[in-house]
C-alpha cells in the first residue's frame, strides 16, 4: 500500500510525544513487571481502527510482534509492533486504511517473536472477520489475543459472541456448520420451507449426515440455536461441495475449446459459469483502461452472450477482431451488480493484464520459428540454469543496450562484456552460452499482479493472468503484441544454441483470491475453503487453487498444452506442487508429452502450509514413487550436503561442518545415484530427482556459508565448489541458481523477492573475481552433460565413504573412458589414489595434474580422474 510507510513513521512520531512532558496523565500509569514501556493513553484516529489486545502471563512482550496481512490483498505484510499497554497487556492499534482495501472484510493475524517464525497461540493463520464484532463509539474493533491461546476474543473478560463462520453442503447428502460457540440444534430450509432439523451436541464444527438430498437448483438457509445463551441465527448455505457431485458433472463439465477463438472472418468467445445468469463481452479499442491512463478511453462496444449447454456463455463477432481488447461483465448471485474482469483463458493482455487482447498467433513468429523444434534431452542430461528476467541484465557490469535492460531482448543480447584489471569477460547470454548449461529455467514470466507502469523488481510469485506474458519485460506494456513477439525470439536464439526453456508456473494460488476472474465466474469452485468458509492458505499466499475439481484441472492443462505448442518450451517447473492433487499431475504430464516428447516436468515436492486437500492426494516427496512422468526437488540431498532452505542459517552440512552425519552420508550417496532418500522413505528413479543446494527461495551459497559462521574467503570458495560438484557429478537432473559459478552474493538477504536490482542482479565482476571457480563449474557442467552413466535409469553407482564419511569416491563409465571421482570435505586428511593408470582430468584446486597414482586428497578437493 502506497500510504503504508508514511501511516506507520506517523504512528511512531505519535509514540514519542508522551516523552515530552505532555499531560502528566499520560504517564501516571506504568506497569514495571513488564519488559516494554509503551504509551498507556491511545490515540484516537479520525477513520475505522482496529485495537489488537495482547495478554501474556509472563509480562515478557519486548520480542513479541504481530503479522498482519490483508489476505485478500496484494500489499505485502511485514511485522508490526505493538504501540500502547493498558492494564489488560499491549496493544496494537492501527486505521484499518493502514492495510489497504480489505475487500473481504478480514484482517489475517500471527503472533510471533521479532525476526523469526515461532509463533505464540497456534501455528495456523487467524483472521479477524471484523463481522463477528462491534464497534465502539470511537469506532474501533477491539479483540483480544492471550498466550498461549488460539482464540480471538472480542473482550477483555474473554468472550467470544455468537458467530456462524460458515454453513456448506460438504456433498450431496450431508453439511458442513463451522461456529464460534457451541451450538444446540439446527435447522436447515429449503427455499424457505424446513426440510431436516439437526442436534448441534455442543460442537462448534460439525459435519453431520442429511436424510435428504441437496439439489443445487435450490436456495438453502440454516438456522442456529446456540447453547446457553440460546440465541439463534440464520446463514446461507454454500452449494461449493456439489461442485464436484456427479450430478452437478454430468451437467456441466465442459471438454472443449475456451476463451476467444480467432479466425479472419469471426471471433468466438467462450466462457465458463454455471451459475452465471448473464454475462456481456465488451470489446475495447484500446487494452489501457483510464483508470491506468488518462489519455485513452473506457468506450466499447457491448454483445449479450448466450447462455448454453454445459454452463458455457458464447458470442460470435463476426469480422477480423484482431488486435481488439475484451472483457467480461459477470451477473451472478455474488455479483448481482455486474463485476468486470479479464478471461482468464485470455493469450495476451493490455497494460496491467485488465483487459484480454484477441491475438492471431500467426503474427508473431519471428523470422525462421518453424525451424525451432523441441530438443531432445533426456532429463538426466539436462544442467539447469535458474534465473528471474532481470537479473540477467539488470547490473552495470552487463553492458548491454540500456533499452534492453531487464527486459526478455536483453536475454539473448550477444558481443556484451566486461573488463576490470586488464580481464574481459563474456556477460548475458554469451556467458550462458559459455558456461554450457542446456536448460535455462526462468522464474515466472506469466503476467503478475505487478504496476506494468513502473518497473519495481519482484520474484513474481503473484499470479494474475496464467496464459498472458508478463508486460514489464517487453518493449512496451501497452501492446499485447510485443511481449509474444520478443519472448517467441528468446526461445528460438536459446534454441539454437542447444539451451531449452524451462517455465516456471505458479498454479497453485493467484495473487488475489477474491474478485478473481475465477471467483467471478465460479464463487467457491476453484479454490479451497477452510471449515470457517475462508479461504484455505496452504500456500501460504493467502488462498490455494483447487486442481482436483475438473475445470480447474482442465485449465491448469489446457494452459501447459498452450504454452508448450505456441511457445515451444522444453519443460515446467511447477510451484509447490505439493498443492496439487497428484491424479492432475499425472494428467498434466500425460496430456503435453503428446505435444513435447522430451518435455521435462518438475516440482517442489511440499506445501507451503497447511491444506484442505488430502494428503494421499498431494503430489508431495512421500507420495512421489506415484507420480508418472514428473520429477521432484531433491532436498534431502540439498539439506545433506549444506542443510539449505529453511534450515537455521547455523545448521551445516557435510560440506562446511565439523562433524559427519551418517544420515546425511547416506542421503548423499543415494542422491549420487539419483535417489531421494528418507529414513522414512526412499524414491529410486533418477528421473523423478532433481539435484540442487540453492536456488532463488533462501540464501545463495556463498551468503549461506556465511550465514553459517564460515569466515575465511577461501575456505568458502573451496566449499561452494564442493557443494556443486558434487550436484553435477550426479545422475537425475542438475540444477544451480544463476551467478553460483561465479559466488554470486545477494548481500545476505534470504528472501529477496522484492528486494532492489543491487540485491538480486548478476554482478559479472564476480565472474572475474572468482574465475577459477567459473572455470571448475563449466568442466563440471559439460562433464555432467558427457557421462553416460549420470543419465541412467539405473546407475548402480557404488558411492565408498571412506574415513568415515569424510571423502565420497565412485567409479562412472562412459564409453570407452572410466572416471574415478573423490569429493572431501574439510576432515578428510589420509586418503592416496592408489589405482593405476589414471590420469587427472578435473582438480578443483588446481593442485595436480598428469599422473594420478599416489595423489593424496586435500581438504575440500574434488578430484576426478580419467582413464
Known sequence: MKNKTLIKIMMTALLLVPLFGCKGKETAVSYPDRDVDYPTQVEKLDE????????????????????????????????????????????????????????????????????????????????????????????????????????????????????????????????????????????????????????????????????????????????????????????????????????????????????????????????????????????????????????????????????????????????????????????????????????????????????????????????????????????????????????????????????????????????TMYTENGMTVATGFDHIRELGVNAVQLIPIYDQDNDETQYRFNWGYNPLNYNVLEGLYSSDPYDGYSRIKEFKQVVQRFNEAGITIIMDVVYNHVSSALHSSFDVLMPGYYYRYNYDGSFSNGSGCGNETASEMPMMRKFIIDSVCFWTEEYKLGGFRFDLMGLHDIETMDQVSETVSRINPYIVIYGEPWTGGKTPLSSDDQAVQANANRFNGYGQFNDQMRDALIKGGLNAPSEKGWVNSSQIASSDVSAIQEGINGHTYNLAYSIDDPNKSVSYVTCHDNFTLYDRMKAAGIEDEETIRKMCVLAEAVVLTSDGTSFLLAGEEMLRSKQGDSNSYQSSDEINQLDYSLKIRNHDVFENIRQLVALKQGIEQLHSDDPEINVEALENGAVLKYELKSGKDTYMVYHANGLCRNTVVEEDGYTVFLDTLDLYEGNAKGLQLQPYQTLILIR
Not at 525451424?371 to 532481470?390: F, I, M, P, S
Request: proline share 3%; hydrophobic share 25%; glycine share 10%.
Open 48 to 415: 475505522e481502527s482496529v485495537q489488537i489486545h495482547y495478554q501474556r502471563s509472563d509480562n515478557k512482550y519486548s520480542d513479541w510482534t504481530l503479522w498482519l496481512w490483508d489476505p485478500e490483498g496484494t500489499d505485502d505484510s511485514k511485522e508490526d509492533d505493538f504501540n500502547y499497554q493498558d492494564d489488560y497487556g499491549v496493544i496494537a492499534s492501527y486505521p484499518l486504511s493502514y492495510f489497504g482495501k480489505l475487500s473481504g472484510g478480514r484482517l489475517g493475524l500471527i503472533v510471533k517473536k521479532k525476526g523469526s517464525w515461532t509463533k505464540d497461540g497456534t501455528e495456523s493463520d487467524r483472521f479477524i472477520v471484523f463481522s463477528s464484532y462491534q464497534k465502539d463509539e470511537n469506532n474501533v474493533y477491539h479483540v483480544y489475543l492471550a498466550g498461549g491461546d488460539e482464540h480471538i476474543y472480542d473482550s477483555s473478560e474473554k468472550t467470544i459472541s455468537d458467530v456462524i463462520y460458515s454453513a456448506s453442503f460438504k456433498d450431496e447428502h450431508s453439511i458442513n456448520i463451522s461456529c464460534s460457540n457451541p451450538i444446540e440444534t439446527y435447522e436447515l430450509y429449503c427455499n424457505g420451507e424446513p426440510v431436516f432439523q439437526g442436534n448441534g451436541a455442543g460442537r462448534k464444527n460439525l459435519t453431520d449426515t442429511l436424510d435428504m438430498t441437496a439439489d443445487f437448483s435450490q436456495s438453502y438457509t440454516v438456522e442456529v440455536e446456540f447453547r446457553g445463551s440460546g440465541t439463534r441465527l440464520d446463514s446461507p448455505v454454500s452449494m461449493t461441495g456439489l461442485y464436484n457431485s456427479d450430478s452437478f458433472n454430468e451437467l456441466y463439465l465442459y471438454d472443449g475449446e475456451l476463451g476467444a477463438l480467432y479466425s479472419k472472418d469471426e471471433t468466438t468467445f467462450k466462457v465458463w459459469s454455471p451459475v452465471s445468469e448473464r454475462i456481456e463481452l465488451r470489446i475495447y479499442e484500446s487494452g489501457t483502461p483510464v483508470s491506468v491512463s488518462d489519455k485513452d478511453n473506457d468506450t466499447c462496444v457491448s454483445y449479450e452472450m448466450k447462455k448454453g449447454d454445459k454452463g458455457v456463455f458464447t458470442c460470435t463477432c463476426s469480422g477480423d477482431m484482431e488486435g481488439k481488447y475484451y472483457t467480461y461483465v459477470v451477473y451472478n448471485g455474488t455479483y448481482p451488480e455486474g463485476c468486470e474482469i479479464i478471461d482468464p483463458y485470455a493469450k495476451s493482455a493490455g497494460i496491467n493484464g485488465i483487459r484480454g487482447m484477441v491475438v492471431d498467433f500467426s503474427k508473431t513468429d519471428p523470422e525462421g520459428w518453424e525451424k525451432v523444434g523441441y530438443l531432445k534431452y533426456d532429463r538426466k542430461q539436462l544442467t539447469v540454469w535458474e534465473t528471474h528476467v532481470a537479473d540477467v541484465t539488470s547490473s552495470d557490469t552487463w553492458n548491454g543496450p540500456e533499452d534492453h535492460r531487464r527486459r526478455f531482448l536483453g536475454l539473448i543480447d550477444e558481443g
